[in-house]
């Protein structure tokens, strides 16, 4: 499954993706944690200190190694120099499974024991004042939409992304690559309208896009909530002295979450798991291909000087087998 957390800036995508992640690892589902976010928050709300959090390898930095591993013997990529970030896999490409050891997670992987399971953890990098706006902010983003587009999931495994929301998602396919998208709201007038942005474009591309409420306090919240998204409402997370207790520095254990709360994280762990059974491996693959065609038309070709529209094996589809059989955790 691959999932993706989005929202306003402070409405709780990383509490959220934190605990989700937390609710998967406790149930011993396999989870690769990503924070493609421009504030790089994951890594701390997973009970990372801020040095090993700033120590965390980027995927940014390591773009290169990650196209050339995953090129691997495609015949219509010549070279990395000449893979983009939506350059779609093809046959001789080497694919990623979510259990399994390769060099793109032995460089940038980095392993995180929870108070219950274990998770293992990608981050984009931090983004500089220059990145915002411009091509280098989404070679970052640019990085996870690669490995996505090369990554075989299968039923019972997770990517869980906490993401940005807001026009630079939608600058790239990488809105497109998920089973299911949460968008956190929380019940105010400013939540609501990152939604309907997101939802207007989700639209045009098949995503399916759950709202989750976050700080609902009150029946009034709730009630706000669903006249305003209706049945893209899925569930809400209330108001929660747990995640302050978290947010001062304590390190409460997933059990002692309020009741309610985790019975959200259920709910969401639900909708993610039936979305499995909608995915359309062939549209996934068209999608890709799709967005690769746009960079290439609209800077790509310039920039690498040849038609990347040739990169394109047109039989090929990602295949959504579970993991191969043999492959070592
Ligand atoms: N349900 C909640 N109850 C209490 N505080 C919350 C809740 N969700 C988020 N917060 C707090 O709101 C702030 C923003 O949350 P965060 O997850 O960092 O948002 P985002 O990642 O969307 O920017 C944090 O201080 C966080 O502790
Ligand atoms: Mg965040």
């Known amino acids: 499954m691959k999932i993706a957390f989005v929202g306003k800036g402070g409405s709780g995508k990383t509490t959220l993706s934190a605990l989700f992640i937390r609710h998967l690892a406790a149930a011993g589902r396999p989870v690769l944690a990503v924070d493609a976010d421009i504030n790089q928050h994951l890594g701390p709300a997973l009970g990372l200190t801020d040095d090993q959090s700033a120590a965390l390898p980027s ?65 984009t990098g931090a983004f500089t004042e220059e990145d915002l706006g411009v091509a280098c902010y989404h070679s970052k983003v640019g990085a996870v939409e690669l490995l996505l587009n090369h990554l075989v999931d299968g039923r019972d495994e997770y990517v869980v992304t906490d993401m940005t929301a807001g026009s630079d998602s939608f600058a790239s396919g990488l809105f497109t690559r998920f089973d299911l998208t949460f968008l956190v709201a929380e019940p105010t007038r400013k939540g609501i309208s990152v ?27 709730l009630d706000f909530l669903r006249r305003e998204v209706g049945e893209d409402l899925l569930t809400a997370f209330g108001h929660s002295d747990w995640v302050r207790r978290l947010e001062q520095g304590a390190q409460p254990p997933l059990r002692a979450l309020e009741a309610a709360n985790r019975a959200v994280l259920d709910e969401l762990r639900t909708a993610a798991d039936a979305a499995y059974d909608l995915r359309d491996p062939r549209r996934y693959t068209e999608q890709a291909v799709h967005f690769h065609l746009r960079n290439a038309e609209s800077w790509a070709n310039a920039k690498v000087g040849i038609d990347l529209a040739t990169q394109v094996d047109p039989d090929f589809v990602l295949g959504d087998e579970p993991a191969a059989a043999g492959a070592a955790v």
Do not use: W
């Open 59 to 123: 995927l940014g930095a390591h773009l290169p190694g990650i196209k050339e591993y995953l090129r691997g013997g495609n015949p219509l990529i010549r070279s990395a120099e000449e893979m983009i970030k939506t350059t779609p896999p093809g046959r001789g490409s080497r694919l990623l499974r979510i259990v399994e050891k390769n060099p793109v997670y032995a460089a940038c992987a980095r392993p995180i024991a929870l108070d219950e399971g274990s998770v293992r953890l990608l981050a």
């Open 195 to 221: 939604y309907r942005q997101y939802r207007d474009y989700a639209q045009d591309f098949g995503v399916r896009l759950r709202v989750v409420g976050n700080k609902v306090q009150s029946q009034d919240d």
